[in-house]
T-cell receptor, first 114, second 113 residues
């Protein structure tokens, strides 16, 4: 398996524009997580899915953020409209079922909003 | 609520010397503990985990970690540091099920030749 695949790797956009980040989890994994990494706040969980169903989105910072998982092999994180403070690295991770299972991370998308 | 503390933002060690990166945790039940490493412009890579059993866990690249229940700690160790070990290290915890991992703020390890 190629691992968790995220696209794009880098995104530069202007304030007010819509941004869509994409993730393909590892095949067969039941859980998908979206994290955001910043210098100030470290790694924050935004939302996670189990079998394509959102379980906890309490980490989504504002209504400008939304996430979907239309099928087991694809998820999106959308920011509309984007703001400079959204600049961060966004990671997608997936894991199989099991209490002791680790999460497998993608390479991340570095978002810069100017 | 679960939490992880990594008390050191930065650890410097000379190549060939032993290294320790500290981690303490707080959970309501039995902890599942993890260490990850992040190299520049890369995602997080899994190093090792403690689930149950032997308190000393061995992982990738010669790293090991010791689970200490009484001190609620899970420190990462390596007997002899390499320059290539320089990276950002994260400790993480979960207390049940497949709940998301809760990460510490990370410790930057710098190994000096």
């Amino acid at each position: 398996d190629a691992g968790v695949i995220q696209s794009p790797r880098h995104e530069v956009t202007e304030m007010g524009q819509e941004v869509t980040l994409r993730c393909k989890p590892i095949s067969g994994h039941d859980y998908l997580f979206w994290y955001r990494q910043t210098m100030m706040r470290g790694l924050e969980l935004l939302i996670y899915f189990n079998n394509n169903v959102p379980i906890d989105d309490s980490g989504m910072p504002e209504d400008r953020f939304s996430a979907k998982m239309p099928n087991a092999s694809f998820s999106t994180l959308k920011i509309q409209p984007s703001e400079p403070r959204d600049s961060a690295v966004y990671f997608c991770a997936s894991s199989p079922l099991g209490q002791g299972t680790e999460a497998f991370f993608g390479q991340g998308t570095r978002l810069t909003v100017v | 609520a679960q939490s992880v503390a990594q008390p050191e933002d930065q650890v410097n060690v000379a190549e060939g010397n032993p290294l320790t990166v500290k981690c303490t945790y707080s959970v309501s039940g039995n902890p599942y503990l993890f260490w990850y490493v992040q190299y520049p412009n890369r995602g997080l890579q899994f190093l090792l985990k403690y689930i149950t059993g032997d308190n000393l866990v061995k992982g990738s690249y010669g790293f090991e970690a010791e689970f200490n229940k009484s001190q609620t700690s899970f420190h990462l160790k390596k007997p002899s540091a390499l320059v290539s070990d320089s990276a950002l290290y994260f400790c993480a915890v979960r207390d049940h099920g497949n709940t998301p991992l809760v990460f510490g703020k990370g410790t930057r390890l710098s190994v000096i030749a």
